[in-house]
């Protein structure tokens, strides 16, 4: 059952962002990202900043030595700042912890609906890499 939770959780963003993209026209302006639109109205959060995370060799060696992806969860407020992260999918407990770490120090262009800022409910899959 919980593995069907998690399937859930991550498919149904992506299903969301697909669905608003397929139904935005194409336009030839060369503007820069404003993130997309999705189906509700709301324009998505981006991440503008973000701080860095020292990982110790001894732990990506424990994830097999390529890497890792850790699935976390979190609400960006209406000020563009990451709050309430938990993991969803884990990879090592020192490298989680590292990683929520990280995406606490990130910084947010927050989630719009009629160009007023609000806060947002969304999942983020972390690859961490050698």
């Given at each position: 059952m919980r593995?069907?939770?998690?399937a859930t959780l991550l498919l149904s963003p992506m299903l969301y962002s697909a669905s608003a993209v397929a139904s935005q026209p194409k336009?030839?302006?060369?503007?820069?990202?404003q993130?997309?639109?999705v189906s509700t109205g709301v324009i998505e959060?981006?991440?503008i900043g973000s701080g860095t995370i020292y990982i110790p060799p001894s732990t990506l060696l424990r994830n097999d030595g390529n890497g890792a992806e850790v699935v976390l969860t979190l609400r960006v407020d209406e000020k563009g700042n990451a709050e309430n992260i938990r993991v969803v999918k884990s990879a090592d407990p020192d490298l989680d912890?590292?990683?929520v770490a990280g995406v606490s120090q990130a910084h947010f262009r927050?989630?719009?609906?009629d160009n007023q800022a609000i806060p947002v409910d969304l999942n983020m899959i972390?690859?961490?890499n050698r």
């Open positions: 593995s069907i939770l998690a336009t030839d302006t060369t503007e820069a990202p993130g997309r639109r959060p981006v991440v912890a590292r990683v927050p989630a719009k609906l972390v690859q961490v």
